[in-house]
């Protein structure tokens, strides 16, 4: 693992020291943080009432809540430490420990999580990716960490999914998906 981290690392080097590239990770980083992106993301989705709210407030606030859990219990029980040299930035300074990167493992859950349609969850999780690289550029993780929290949140993301379909009837997104399993002849009354 640690020549992986040293081959990333070094793959990052020639690009740290740029303001234009700093600066971008920078602000994707801080995006991220908190989960900024994906509460403007589901607020915009929850502008309409009903079922749509109800599933943007879930879509969001199950995958916080979880990626949150996991990462904390993961983060405990590994305890490994930070890269020695954090690139001074203007992100908050990280406190826990490094493996997985909490950043990253939230963005992806949450990136399938809160999509409702193929082109969302494309971009969304290029999103989480771009997320995942600033953690590696700002060495705010080493690239084991980022790796294992995609992984992570990618796994708890699709497993979380079903679960906001069944909480959340009558939403575009349980809509969307029964109108695609419709016959090609059936009509738009029997779609809805």
Same mark, same amino acid.
């Not at 590696?136 to 790796?147: F, Q, T």
């Not at 992570?152 to 575009?172: A, D, K, M, Q, Y």
């Given at each position: 693992?640690?020549?992986?981290?040293?081959?990333?690392?070094?793959?990052?080097?020639? %690009?740290? @020291?740029?303001? @234009?590239?700093?600066?971008?990770?920078?602000?994707?980083?801080?995006?991220?943080?908190?989960?900024?992106?994906?509460?403007?993301?589901?607020?915009?989705?929850?502008?309409?009432? @009903?079922?749509?709210?109800?599933?943007?407030? &879930? +879509?969001?606030?199950?995958?916080?809540?979880?990626?949150?859990?996991?990462?904390?219990?993961?983060?405990?029980?590994?305890?490994?430490?930070?890269?020695?040299? *954090?690139?001074? #930035?203007?992100?908050?300074?990280?406190?826990?420990?490094?493996?997985?990167?909490?950043?990253?493992?939230?963005?992806?859950?949450?990136?399938?999580?809160?999509?409702?349609?193929?082109?969302?969850? +494309?971009?969304?999780?290029?999103?989480?990716?771009?997320?995942?690289?600033?953690?590696?550029?700002?060495? #705010? *993780?080493? #690239?084991?960490?980022?790796?294992? @929290?995609?992984?992570?949140?990618?796994? %708890?993301?699709?497993?979380?999914?079903?679960?906001?379909?069944? %909480?959340?009837?009558?939403?575009?997104?349980?809509?969307?998906?029964? &109108?695609?399993?419709?016959?090609?002849?059936?009509?738009?009354?029997?779609?809805?």
């Amino acid at each position: 693992m640690t020549s992986f981290d040293e081959q990333v690392d070094a793959a990052f080097a020639p %690009l740290r @020291g740029r303001p @234009g590239v700093d600066k971008a990770a920078t602000v994707i980083s801080n995006l991220a943080d908190y989960g900024f992106v994906w509460v403007v993301l589901a607020g915009w989705k929850a502008r309409r009432r @009903g079922a749509d709210r109800r599933r943007s407030v &879930v +879509a969001l606030a199950l995958p916080g809540f979880s990626s949150l859990l996991v990462s904390r219990t993961i983060k405990q029980a590994v305890a490994r430490e930070r890269p020695d040299e *954090h690139i001074a #930035a203007k992100v908050r300074t990280p406190t826990s420990s490094s493996f997985p990167s909490g950043h990253t493992l939230a963005a992806f859950c949450t990136a399938f999580v809160l999509a409702e349609t193929e082109v969302e969850t +494309a971009a969304y999780v290029g999103f989480a990716g771009a997320v995942a690289a600033s953690r590696i550029h700002l060495r #705010a *993780h080493h #690239a084991s960490d980022v790796v294992g @929290g995609a992984a992570i949140g990618s796994v %708890l993301g699709l497993g979380l999914r079903p679960i906001v379909h069944v %909480l959340t009837p009558g939403s575009r997104g349980r809509r969307r998906r029964r &109108v695609q399993g419709m016959p090609a002849g059936a009509t738009r009354l029997e779609r809805l």
